[in-house]
């Protein structure tokens, strides 16, 4: 008779595979296969014991899903070095081969932290990334917003929140995620103070430096409820209308990027829809260099940013103008 002709092999695209990636990590589905099982169980101390913030424990996740979900056949003993060095090699590789080195360091420090907590906890006898070296990071040119540009974008929102947010970008040097956690319970207007949710869980008072932010302020927070975050997820339908939000959710890293690109297209910055143009962490920079410029003072600079460690704020944050060091030029040699 006929032979039956083979199945074709299952081809997906790479944005079937992006979507049933989402998808995994959305329904937790990945948690099925052993070693997504383990990241369930990581993820639980990494939330309940370490006290990761929801943000980063988002980033965890969707790195670790894709190790679940590539390796769904092997269990965890399975990544016992020098076998699981290798895998893990092949598996950063084929996921993160053409990304920048930024991007792949941080990839290996989440499967630092993991395959660590799973050797703590007497699950595996050694750490199968300790023998892959972290990838040297290229020098990168850091852009920073002249005032004019900060200006610019801050007076092209119609949102009164939409400016305080900016505000606290480009004038308190807040991180995406600190930004994205901030409340107006975080408010303290009768000190002059925000509280800010940094890294690890650590919470660091800075001053709102100016009277009009304060003002603005105040102004948005009549009548609010203290949980309501400061941006937060909304539908808008056809006229603009909104038709769904929940304000005491914060938006997502995505979220909050194309939230950052449209105040950008506001501003004539970037083209309306783009995602390319000066990334929302150069607000950082800039606070973090004209407040040095103005004090001169690195300690009070590391403090205004949350840093652990001020050769942090010293070798990456602070950057001095072209314009300064003409200034500098011309009283050394006299023009």
Not at 129 to 147: G, H, T
Not at 245 to 260: D, F, I, Q, V
Request: proline share 5%.
């Amino acid at each position: 008779g006929a032979r039956t002709p083979a199945p074709r092999p299952l081809r997906l695209t790479l944005g079937e595979a992006a979507r049933i990636m989402r998808e995994a990590v959305k329904d937790k589905s990945y948690r099925s296969t052993p070693v997504g099982l383990e990241v369930a169980h990581f993820i639980r101390w990494f939330r309940n014991e370490y006290g990761a913030t929801t943000e980063t424990l988002r980033d965890y996740e969707a790195i670790l899903a894709k190790l679940a979900i590539d390796h769904a056949d092997l269990e965890l003993a399975d990544f016992e070095p020098p076998t699981g060095t290798t895998r893990l090699r092949d598996f950063i590789d084929e996921r993160w081969g053409d990304a920048a080195p930024r991007t792949r360091k941080k990839v290996r420090a989440v499967l630092m932290s993991f395959f660590k907590w799973a050797q703590a906890e007497f699950k595996l006898q050694g750490n199968p990334v300790v023998a892959i070296r972290s990838p040297r990071l290229r020098d990168v040119e850091r852009e920073l917003f002249s005032a004019e540009d900060v200006a610019r974008v801050v007076a092209a929102q119609p949102e009164l929140r939409d400016r305080v947010a900016l505000k606290l970008l480009f004038l308190m040097g807040l991180r995406k995620g600190e930004l994205a956690a901030t409340r107006y319970r975080d408010f303290d207007l009768g000190r002059r103070r925000l509280r800010v949710h940094g890294k690890g869980g650590k919470i660091r008072h800075t001053p709102i430096p100016t009277e009009e932010l304060r003002q603005e302020i105040a102004e948005l927070s009549l009548r609010r409820d203290p949980q309501e975050h400061l941006l937060y997820p909304q539908k808008r339908g056809p006229k603009g209308t909104v038709i769904w939000e929940n304000r005491r959710k914060p938006l997502s890293g995505p979220a909050l990027h194309r939230w950052w690109y449209r105040c950008l297209a506001r501003a004539g910055v970037v083209d309306a829809g783009t995602t390319h143009g000066k990334k929302m962490h150069g607000a950082r920079y800039t606070s973090g260099t004209e407040f040095y410029l103005a004090t001169g003072d690195i300690y009070a600079t590391q403090q205004l940013l949350g840093h652990a460690d001020v050769s942090t704020t010293a070798n990456i944050y602070v950057q001095g103008s072209p314009a300064d060091l003409e200034d500098k030029l011309k009283k050394v040699w006299g023009e």
